[in-house]
């Protein structure tokens, strides 16, 4: 499991897994920020961030280009038969899915105020 700036920056992986016959998984959090990063800005500089977002390529595309298997999910009840699916692959798989972290800064202010009690 990998957010979408982590997998962008070690995705040339794919080629030597395809080349040495090693068959894995790749869940990809797909939301075009650096997710963490933004978070932790935002818990810094009262709700602001910059920096953090970018765009992405078309994933499932760039799996298939590279000789892997290409999956986007759009829906929660997909996730599951398509992973399965993914693992069954003798090939590398990448399995797309979009995120929204909107919730995070929510919990970042519900966690501080569980510790203040």
């Given amino acids: 499991m990998v957010g979408d700036g982590g997998?962008?920056?070690n995705s040339?992986?794919?080629?030597t897994a395809v080349r040495e016959n090693v068959p894995?998984?790749?869940?990809?959090?797909?939301?075009?920020?650096?997710?963490?990063?933004?978070?932790?800005e935002e818990e810094q500089f009262n709700?602001?961030?910059c920096y953090v977002e970018f765009t992405n390529p078309d994933f499932k595309a760039l799996a298939e280009a590279m000789?892997?298997?290409g999956y986007r999910?759009?829906?929660?009840?997909?996730?599951?038969?398509?992973l399965e699916e993914a693992f069954a692959q003798p090939v590398p798989s990448v399995v797309v899915v979009k995120v929204d972290y909107g919730e995070?800064?929510?919990?970042?202010?519900r966690l501080a105020e569980i510790a203040r009690q």
């Fill in 12 to 15: 040339q992986e794919l080629e």
């Fill in 47 to 49: 709700g602001e961030s």
């Fill in 104 to 109: 995070n800064m929510k919990l970042s202010e």
């Fill in 73 to 82: 999910v759009e829906r929660a009840e997909d996730l599951i038969p398509t």
């Fill in 67 to 69: 000789h892997c298997r």
């Fill in 7 to 9: 997998f962008m920056m």
């Fill in 24 to 40: 894995f998984v790749t869940l990809v959090w797909e939301d075009g920020h650096y997710g963490l990063i933004k978070w932790k």
